[in-house]
C-alpha cells in the first residue's frame, strides 16, 4: 500500500513536473527564434503540453476508463505523426550542407524505413497485445511498430553521422538523443509489457516511461538552452608546412 | 495446451527482442552522445592518415590487367589464395582511405562554417568530396570483400575509388592553401 502511494505521487510528481518543463521548452524554442528552424518540433512541444493538460484533467476527474482510453490514443496517434515529422526536420537540418548527402542518405534512409516497418509489421503478427479492447490493442500495436521505426530511424542518423564523419549541430542532436532515448525506452516497456502483465508491473512500467519523457525534456532544454558553438577557429601555420604537405601529397599521389 | 504453448512462444521471442532493441538502443544513444563531446576536427590527423596510405599499392592490387596476368599463369587453386590475399590487402587500403575521408570531412565540416569565404568554400568543397570518398569506400569494400569470400569470381571494377581518393587529397592540400595568399591553414 505504501508502495502504490509512494510510486503514485512519484508518478504524478514527474508527470505535472515534464509538462512544466516541456513548457518551459516551448518559451526557450519561442524567444531564441528556434522554431523556425525546427518547426515541427516546436508544434510537438506545444502539442504534448496540451494533450498532457486534457489527460491530467481527465485523470483528475475521474472519467470512465474507455472516455479515458479514446483520448489518450487518439493524442497518442497525433503524436506519433508529428514524431515522424521531427525525424523528418532533423534529417533534413543534419544533410542540409552537402548536395550530395541529400541525395544519398534519402535513398538509404527510404531503404531503412522500408526495412524497420517490415519489422514493425512482423512483430505486429507475432505479438499481437495482450489488452482485452481489440481496438486499443491495435493503437498499442501501431504505437510500438511506429517506436520501432523511429528508434531505427535516428539510430541510423547518429550511425550515419559517425560513419561518414559529419559533424551535428548542437540542437539537432539533443533533439535526436532525447526522442531517440523516449523511442527506445518506449519500445523496451512494450516488451516487458507483454511479459509482466501484473498490477505492479504495469505501475512500474508507466513510471518508467514517465520518468524517460522527464529525462527527455530535461536533455532538449539542456541543449536547446546552450547557444550553438562558435565554428572552430582557423589559425593560419607557417608556409612551410603547407608547402610540405604538398609535396607529400604530390608524392603519394604521383609516384 | 500445446497448441497454447507454440502460439506463445514467438510471442515471447517477439517481446524479448523488444527488450533488447530498446535497451541496445539506449545504450548506443548514450554511447554517442558521451563521445560527441570529444570529436574535434583535426586537419594534421586527416592529412597523416592520408599520408599513411601508399596510393600507387593499392592501384596495383586492383588493377585488372595484373589480375589477369596471374589468372593465366597461376594454377586456379594458387590464383584463387593470392586473389583472396590481394582483395583483403586492398579492402585494409579502402578502409583505411574510407577512415582518413571521415577526418577529412570533419575538418571539411568546420572549415565550411569559417567567416572567411574562401576557406569556407574550401571546406565545402573537402567535405563533399570525404562524403563522396567514404561512400565509395564503402561500396569498394563490399565489392573486395566478395572478393576475398569468393576468388573465383571475375572482379568487378572498383568504382572510381583511386580518382576519388586524390580529388579528396587535393581538396585537402587546397583547404591547407586557402588562406591569404601562400599561407596555409589548420583547423583549430
Known amino acids: 500500500m505504501q508502495w502504490v502511494n509512494w510510486?503514485?505521487?512519484?508518478?504524478?510528481?514527474?508527470?505535472?513536473?515534464?509538462?512544466?518543463?516541456?513548457l518551459g521548452l516551448g518559451v526557450v524554442l519561442w524567444r531564441r527564434g528556434l522554431y523556425r528552424e525546427f518547426p515541427c518540433f516546436f508544434a510537438y512541444v506545444l502539442f504534448e503540453v496540451a494533450e498532457?493538460?486534457?489527460?491530467?484533467?481527465l485523470f483528475k476527474t475521474r472519467v470512465s476508463g474507455n472516455h479515458y482510453a479514446y483520448v489518450f490514443a487518439a493524442t497518442l496517434l497525433l503524436s506519433i505523426a508529428l514524431r515522424f515529422g521531427v525525424i523528418d526536420e532533423v534529417s533534413k537540418n543534419l544533410f542540409r550542407e552537402s548536395q550530395f548527402l541529400k541525395v544519398a542518405a534519402r535513398r538509404s534512409l527510404q531503404a531503412i524505413s522500408g526495412l524497420l516497418l517490415g519489422v514493425g509489421v512482423l512483430l505486429a503478427v507475432l505479438a499481437p497485445g495482450n489488452t482485452s479492447a481489440r481496438w486499443f490493442a491495435g493503437v498499442t500495436v501501431v504505437n510500438r511498430g511506429a517506436a520501432m521505426v523511429q528508434t531505427g530511424l535516428l539510430l541510423s542518423f547518429l550511425l550515419f553521422s559517425?560513419?561518414?564523419?559529419?559533424?551535428?549541430?548542437?540542437?539537432?542532436?539533443?533533439i535526436t538523443l532525447g526522442l531517440g532515448i523516449m523511442t527506445s525506452v518506449d519500445l523496451a516497456t512494450y516488451g516487458l509489457g507483454a511479459e509482466f502483465v501484473s498490477w505492479g508491473w504495469t505501475r512500474f512500467l508507466n513510471l518508467t516511461i514517465t520518468g524517460a519523457f522527464f529525462v527527455c525534456t530535461s536533455i532538449w532544454i539542456r541543449y536547446l538552452m546552450v547557444p550553438e558553438p562558435k565554428p572552430l577557429s582557423v589559425t593560419v601555420v607557417p608556409d612551410e608546412e603547407v608547402e610540405t604537405w604538398n609535396k607529400e601529397f604530390q608524392h603519394l599521389l604521383r609516384q | 495446451m500445446e497448441q497454447g504453448i507454440s502460439t506463445l512462444a514467438p510471442a515471447m521471442i517477439a517481446a524479448w527482442v523488444l527488450v533488447a532493441v530498446g535497451l541496445s538502443a539506449l545504450a548506443i544513444l548514450l554511447y554517442a552522445a558521451l563521445r560527441s563531446r570529444t570529436r574535434p576536427g583535426d586537419l594534421e590527423r586527416a592529412v597523416q592518415a592520408f599520408r599513411a596510405l601508399d596510393i600507387q599499392a593499392f592501384r596495383n592490387l586492383v588493377d585488372f590487367s595484373e589480375e589477369a596476368f596471374l589468372r593465366d599463369h597461376l594454377p586456379p587453386r594458387k590464383f584463387r589464395a593470392i586473389k583472396r590475399q590481394r582483395a583483403w590487402a586492398a579492402f585494409l587500403y579502402a578502409w583505411e582511405a574510407g577512415r582518413a575521408a571521415?577526418?577529412?570531412?570533419?575538418?571539411?565540416?568546420?572549415?565550411?562554417?569559417?567567416?572567411d569565404p574562401t576557406i569556407a568554400a574550401s571546406g565545402a568543397q573537402a567535405a563533399e568530396n570525404a562524403f563522396r570518398l567514404r561512400v565509395q569506400t564503402l561500396r569498394a569494400g563490399v565489392i573486395l570483400l566478395a572478393g576475398v569470400l569468393l576468388p573465383g569470381l571475375q572482379s568487378r571494377p572498383i568504382p572510381a575509388l583511386v580518382d576519388q581518393y586524390e580529388r579528396s587529397a587535393e581538396t585537402l592540400f587546397l583547404i591547407g592553401r586557402g588562406s591569404s595568399g601562400s599561407r596555409g591553414l589548420e583547423v583549430a
Open chain 1, 7 to 22: 510510486s503514485d505521487a512519484l508518478l504524478q510528481f514527474l508527470w505535472v513536473s515534464s509538462n512544466v518543463l516541456l
Open chain 1, 52 to 57: 498532457n493538460i486534457l489527460l491530467y484533467v
Open chain 2, 102 to 115: 571521415a577526418q577529412l570531412a570533419m575538418v571539411g565540416q568546420a572549415a565550411q562554417r569559417s567567416s
Open chain 1, 162 to 174: 559517425r560513419f561518414l564523419g559529419m559533424s551535428w549541430r548542437r540542437h539537432a542532436f539533443g
